[in-house]
């Protein structure tokens, strides 16, 4: 599974817009990213999944460019119940029965 | 529709102690996933099943072993419980369709002492 990385933490304050970046250079040409969230005492929550471009939904755009190595989470207008761990995790294909392999994510903290 | 539920919610065990985790899904997913979670880290897999009466290892088998006699069961056991293992479980389950989403239980806080 490929290797990511992404910034242990970051702090926001209350409609603001969080861009969390990830670092994913040795991605498969198979792989799709995806994007989890953790709240404290829950299992993680599925965001958002995208293999090329930008893919947007209810809660969060995910920007993906040409060369696949990075990708970038988009919070728009967060709130405090926004606060939690977010996981960048790529893989997850037919071919490896679609694994997750969870680091230890960015801890996204929004301030009033 | 309770999704992904586990069972027990808690669980104290003393070393050399034997229990079983269960975790059951409405979904008639086929895939089904066992991860721990220690503090500050994220998940790790343990083991994982592509269907009914299949299982296969993850990153951190050792310890542990797991059954799924029925498609919407994923029996996870240790045999004899070891202060390591303390930990919170999470099962998952998926079923590829649109998106490869893999659903989350509310976790299992076990504590070996």
């Known amino acids: 599974l490929a290797k990511t990385t992404q910034p242990i933490s970051m702090d926001s304050y209350e409609g603001q817009e969080v861009n969390i970046t990830c670092s994913h250079n040795?991605?498969?040409?198979?792989?799709?990213i995806t994007w989890y969230q953790q709240f404290p005492s829950q299992g993680p929550r599925f965001i958002i999944q995208g293999y090329k471009t930008k893919v947007t939904n209810e809660v969060a755009s995910l920007f993906i460019p040409a060369d696949r190595k990075s990708s970038t989470l988009s919070l728009p207008r967060v709130s405090l119940s926004d606060t939690a761990v977010y996981y960048c995790?790529?893989?997850?294909?037919?071919?490896?029965?679609?694994?997750?392999?969870f680091g230890a994510g960015t801890t996204v903290t929004v301030r009033a | 529709n309770a999704g992904v539920t586990q069972t027990p919610k808690f669980r104290v065990l003393k070393t050399g102690q034997s229990m079983t985790l269960l975790c059951a899904q409405d979904m008639n997913h086929e895939y089904m996933y066992w991860y721990r979670q220690d503090p500050g880290m994220g998940l790790r897999l343990i083991h994982y099943?592509?269907?009914?009466?299949?299982?296969a290892k993850g990153e951190v088998p050792d310890g542990y072993n797991v059954s799924r006699l029925k498609k919407q069961n994923f029996l996870l056991g240790l045999e004899s419980a070891a202060p390591s293992q303390t930990s919170v479980y999470f099962c998952a389950s998926l079923s590829p369709g649109a998106t490869y989403e893999q659903y989350f239980g509310p976790g299992t806080r076990l504590t070996v002492t």
């Open positions: 040795n991605i498969a040409t198979n792989d799709y």
């Open positions: 995790l790529v893989g997850a294909t037919p071919s490896n029965d679609y694994k997750l392999s």
């Open positions: 099943s592509v269907g009914e009466g299949t299982t």
